[in-house]
């Protein structure tokens, strides 16, 4: 049997619709609240909420938050927003990168976590088995002590490394995996140790089938790309409209590359719309309508010049990909 586990309830994975696959709606991270970095602090729910109704307007049924319990998630609020736009959430255990690590834990998260000062106190003093406890309870039971579940869980990387408590995360992300069945997502930096990543899990026994790997197209490199999809994964082209890393025509050419070597049906897309610039109802960004209002026709029109089917690439990266990367295969 398989589903997929949205933030209050179990769906067959064709209820899933048109997917992104990597968003974050409200957050405010320690790590930048402390250095006053407002861009990166999405902490007005009213204003998300809006971002997330034009994407339902252009025919957008789900989004998956990938904000971990290090990047300062609102759960109650997201939750809020999924009940009142009729958008489908997906939430997200387990961790971020090291490097976020060091912003304060806030005192409403000290019940859950016990009485340590920050994000990488808590996770150097716990075992890989305590993490791996933590994890799998908010799968199964709430993040942060809520009623609402993850559907998905996580672990991240660095630039070039991996730090001990980043391997550390990994393997307490790896069998909380086995013990839930949730589906695993990964943070690289720029795109970079994908393959190494893999082989840690490898070492935890876990079928990479389950693992998507977010930002490779920070690293756009086609070679690379086919050695990470012939593991059996998928690869998250999650940077879309973020012109300063690279232009929309490079991702689209790794796309559709991943395609004539015969990997589209481990393609998955969306914007990591992290930034208030990057909302429209924030700052007048793009916004959350962008890649389906306009990122989606343009890529048709290129694919379809390039000889192959647009659309219906575009049904396997944002309908049936992310119905069966997230689905929970029992």
Known sequence: MSFIRLLDQDIPKEQLGFTYSHEHIVCRPAHWSERGEDDLLLDDPAKSKLDVLDFKSYGGQSIVDATAIDYGRDVPAVHHIMKDTGVQIIGTAGFNKSFLWDGKIKDELKPVLGDYETYYEWIEAKS?????????????EGLEGTPFRAGQVKFGTGYNRITPLEEKTLRAVARAHHATKAPI???????????????????ENVDVSFLSIGHMDRNPDPYYHEQVARMGCYLSFDGIAKIKYAPESTRIQLILELVRKGYEDQILISG???????????????????????????FIDEANRAGFDGQQLVNKFFISNPANCFAFKR
């Open 128 to 140: 890989i088995n305590e993490l791996t406890e933590f994890v799998i309870r908010e799968v199964e």
């Open 185 to 203: 997502h990964s943070h690289t930096e720029v795109g970079t140790l994908a393959l190494e990543q893999i082989e840690l899990l490898r070492s």
């Open 272 to 298: 990591d719309t992290a930034r208030k610039s990057y909302y429209k109802h924030y700052d007048y960004g793009l916004g959350l309508r962008h890649i389906i209002a306009d990122w989606v026709p343009r």
